[in-house]
């Protein structure tokens, strides 16, 4: 591509991801940072930090903001992984197909059906929790009776409070005596109410039992339950948690139907995925009373699956007047152990990829002088501290070496050359035998954790090259391959792990920008390649710039990346990654740097 080429196409990406500039708060006034969406009121850090670290080149500017958002927040201690309006967003008030978004979740659902369905922000994939599988026992002249909560439900309601809403579902419990005969007898009315609040990430969940006029029960249990907590695709909880702190119990979930784990009061208990603590989701659930809690029940296909968790809250007998009322609050965070103290607005349920915002920030330092420079590296020096590489997954550990790296050539200071050793070596042991590099658990490989880690161990070798690297790199590479996906299109995909395809383009731009990594290494003659795997990466390379280039659209003055196939809706992650795929910011900034 010839030089005034380039320069278009940098200017033209650059302007396309213009158009996603808003103000965003800070501490001290605003700052133009980069938006979800053109004009748009929420901001992905890690977004942000990717678009910034994209524009840290010396020929183009409006990072500027979005720099002084990362600095805020680091310099706070506090980064969540997105900041923006404090409320609560009714998008469909229909029960049975409300939607509704929240600063740290969505929910999804048919209240007619007992079923909300659960989410963290930004994420489409399978749900993270699902609201259901409820059951009510009670004794009625002396028949037991156990009965679906689902089926009893004659109403359901979104209702506003003064902090949120409230969805609500209820209906009335029939039964039979022992020796009746005929119709069913309404016995009793089954209230649930979920309480979500724009300030908090957590649900509060009420069950209320009340028997009608005229009517004892014996034996009261009223239940609060999440079903298919084992879905797949990453969505599965395969260790339950009992008390809390350091002398919590942990267990993995059972093999078999109903089997208590435990009774009597508690504290606290829930389920833990079990894969990288930085992407393991985590739900807690704290009995508010003032019902006591009589047990936990769990059910799963095989150890370490959950499917259903099931707490049980009882009353010996209930009169006429009286009403069984349990409460218990419900918190669902992803990669944390309490939720964030953060800001109203800001996201309490899932933090900023911190190793991220530390890459944005040591790349700009590397271009920036005097007290600027100064001002960037001790923000990215914080952030790599902040970073914790023990149950990190690889892409986190990767952008860690990286910020690592370009702090060094800054500063020289000796303790990061065991840093950066260590960051290397763990990245080196998340390869798995299908030579894809992926974090611990049953979850299958991602396209972003084998593109940054690849990338990473590629630069790592023109700085310092190893034949652990070196070899780690030729597997990572012959890892990719060619795949065909509905629609059809054609996509490069992990093979031998599922051929986790790179549909999305941020995907297929990280790809494109490690192997590039990579050709650059052996380029340079760091990187040692057999001529036929030299060819095979020089067609990966080739077919992922082809690809790519396919999904740049020309919009006025400004080029606009899809965000899937050809012609989808563009997005910030997309342009961003495109923009340092085509144009890596690491060239750049290793010429100023030398």
């Given at each position: 591509?010839?030089?005034?080429?380039?320069?278009?196409?940098?200017?033209?990406?650059?302007?396309g991801m213009a158009r996603f500039l808003a103000p965003a708060r800070l501490p001290d006034g605003f700052a133009p940072a980069f938006a979800h969406a053109p004009r748009g009121t929420r901001f992905e850090v890690g977004a942000n930090a990717a678009a910034a670290e994209a524009l840290a080149h010396p020929l183009l500017g409006g990072a500027e903001g979005a720099v002084e958002l990362l600095l805020s927040l680091v310099a706070a201690g506090r980064v969540p992984r997105s900041l923006g309006p404090a409320r609560i967003a009714v998008e469909d008030e229909t029960p049975r197909s409300f939607r509704i978004a929240t600063p740290h979740h969505r929910f999804e659902g048919n209240l007619l059906r007992g079923e909300i369905r659960q989410f963290l922000p930004g994420e489409d994939g399978p749900r993270a929790l699902l609201h259901s599988g409820n059951l009510v026992e009670f004794t009625w002249r002396g028949r037991k009776h156990c009965l679906d909560?689902?089926?009893?439900?004659?109403?359901?309601?979104?209702?506003?409070?003064?902090?949120?809403?409230?969805?609500?579902?209820?209906?009335?419990?029939?039964?039979?005596?022992?020796?009746?005969?005929?119709?069913?007898?309404?016995?009793?009315?089954?209230?649930?109410?979920?309480?979500?609040?724009?300030?908090?990430?957590?649900?509060?969940?009420?069950?209320?039992?009340?028997?009608?006029?005229?009517?004892?029960?014996?034996?009261?249990?009223?239940?609060?339950?999440?079903?298919?907590?084992?879905?797949?695709?990453?969505?599965?909880?395969?260790?339950?948690?009992?008390?809390?702190?350091?002398?919590?119990?942990?267990?993995?979930?059972?093999?078999?139907?109903?089997?208590?784990?435990?009774?009597?009061?508690?504290?606290?208990?829930?389920?833990?995925?079990?894969?990288?603590?930085?992407?393991?989701?985590?739900?807690?659930?704290?009995?508010?009373?003032?019902?006591?809690?009589?047990?936990?029940?769990?059910?799963?296909?095989?150890?370490?699956?959950?499917?259903?968790?099931?707490?049980?809250?009882?009353?010996?007998?209930?009169?006429?007047?009286?009403?069984?009322?349990?409460?218990?609050?419900?918190?669902?965070?992803?990669?944390?152990?309490?939720?964030?103290?953060?800001?109203?607005?800001?996201?309490?349920?899932?933090?900023?990829?911190?190793?991220?915002?530390?890459?944005?920030?040591?790349?700009?330092?590397?271009?920036?002088?005097?007290?600027?420079?100064?001002?960037?590296?001790?923000?990215?020096?914080?952030?790599?501290?902040?970073?914790?590489?023990?149950?990190?997954?690889?892409?986190?550990?990767?952008?860690?070496?990286?910020?690592?790296?370009?702090?060094?050539?800054?500063?020289?200071?000796?303790?990061?050359?065991?840093?950066?050793?260590?960051?290397?070596?763990?990245?080196?042991?998340?390869?798995?035998?299908?030579?894809?590099?992926?974090?611990?658990?049953?979850?299958?490989?991602?396209?972003?954790?084998?593109?940054?880690?690849?990338?990473?161990?590629?630069?790592?070798?023109?700085?310092?090259?190893?034949?652990?690297?070196?070899?780690?790199?030729?597997?990572?590479?012959?890892?990719?391959?060619?795949?065909?996906?509905?629609?059809?299109?054609?996509?490069?995909?992990?093979?031998?792990?599922?051929?986790?395809?790179?549909?999305?383009?941020?995907?297929?731009?990280?790809?494109?920008?490690?192997?590039?990594?990579?050709?650059?290494?052996?380029?340079?003659?760091?990187?040692?390649?057999?001529?036929?795997?030299?060819?095979?990466?020089?067609?990966?390379?080739?077919?992922?710039?082809?690809?790519?280039?396919?999904?740049?659209?020309?919009?006025?003055?400004?080029?606009?990346?899809?965000?899937?196939?050809?012609?989808?809706?563009?997005?910030?992650?997309?342009?961003?990654?495109?923009?340092?795929?085509?144009?890596?910011?690491?060239?750049?900034?290793?010429?100023?740097?030398?």
């Amino acid at each position: 591509m010839s030089g005034s080429a380039l320069d278009a196409l940098r200017d033209g990406l650059a302007r396309g991801m213009a158009r996603f500039l808003a103000p965003a708060r800070l501490p001290d006034g605003f700052a133009p940072a980069f938006a979800h969406a053109p004009r748009g009121t929420r901001f992905e850090v890690g977004a942000n930090a990717a678009a910034a670290e994209a524009l840290a080149h010396p020929l183009l500017g409006g990072a500027e903001g979005a720099v002084e958002l990362l600095l805020s927040l680091v310099a706070a201690g506090r980064v969540p992984r997105s900041l923006g309006p404090a409320r609560i967003a009714v998008e469909d008030e229909t029960p049975r197909s409300f939607r509704i978004a929240t600063p740290h979740h969505r929910f999804e659902g048919n209240l007619l059906r007992g079923e909300i369905r659960q989410f963290l922000p930004g994420e489409d994939g399978p749900r993270a929790l699902l609201h259901s599988g409820n059951l009510v026992e009670f004794t009625w002249r002396g028949r037991k009776h156990c009965l679906d909560v689902e089926d009893a439900i004659a109403r359901a309601a979104i209702e506003p409070t003064d902090h949120g809403v409230r969805l609500v579902h209820e209906g009335m419990v029939a039964g039979q005596g022992r020796f009746s005969r005929g119709a069913a007898t309404e016995l009793a009315t089954l209230r649930y109410a979920y309480e979500i609040r724009a300030d908090s990430p957590a649900v509060t969940l009420t069950v209320t039992l009340t028997p009608v006029a005229g009517v004892t029960l014996d034996r009261v249990r009223v239940t609060t339950a999440c079903d298919g907590m084992s879905a797949g695709d990453g969505a599965d909880f395969g260790t339950l948690v009992f008390g809390e702190g350091e002398a919590a119990r942990r267990v993995p979930s059972p093999n078999g139907e109903n089997v208590t784990l435990h009774e009597g009061p508690v504290a606290a208990f829930g389920a833990r995925q079990d894969r990288a603590a930085a992407r393991a989701l985590s739900l807690t659930i704290r009995p508010c009373g003032p019902a006591p809690l009589l047990s936990v029940k769990a059910s799963g296909p095989a150890e370490g699956r959950l499917h259903w968790l099931l707490t049980r809250y009882a009353a010996e007998r209930l009169t006429a007047g009286a009403a069984l009322e349990a409460r218990e609050e419900r918190v669902l965070l992803r990669g944390l152990a309490a939720p964030l103290a953060v800001p109203r607005g800001a996201e309490a349920s899932m933090a900023a990829p911190i190793a991220a915002v530390a890459l944005a920030l040591a790349t700009h330092a590397l271009l920036a002088p005097g007290e600027r420079g100064a001002a960037l590296r001790d923000g990215a020096a914080r952030a790599l501290i902040a970073f914790d590489a023990e149950g990190a997954a690889p892409a986190d550990i990767a952008q860690a070496l990286m910020a690592a790296e370009a702090l060094h050539r800054l500063t020289g200071e000796a303790t990061l050359a065991p840093r950066m050793e260590a960051l290397a070596a763990a990245l080196i042991a998340a390869q798995r035998d299908a030579g894809v590099f992926r974090d611990v658990g049953a979850a299958r490989g991602t396209v972003a954790d084998h593109a940054t880690a690849l990338l990473a161990l590629a630069r790592r070798q023109m700085l310092a090259p190893s034949e652990a690297q070196g070899e780690a790199i030729r597997r990572g590479v012959a890892a990719i391959g060619l795949a065909t996906v509905d629609g059809p299109l054609d996509v490069l995909a992990l093979r031998r792990e599922g051929d986790v395809p790179a549909i999305a383009t941020e995907d297929l731009a990280r790809l494109l920008r490690a192997l590039r990594a990579v050709q650059a290494a052996r380029a340079a003659r760091r990187l040692a390649m057999p001529e036929e795997e030299a060819r095979r990466l020089a067609f990966l390379a080739e077919t992922a710039t082809t690809l790519l280039q396919a999904r740049i659209r020309p919009e006025g003055d400004a080029l606009i990346v899809a965000a899937g196939a050809p012609g989808s809706a563009s997005s910030l992650a997309a342009q961003a990654a495109t923009l340092a795929a085509l144009l890596p910011p690491e060239s750049a900034a290793v010429r100023v740097a030398a």
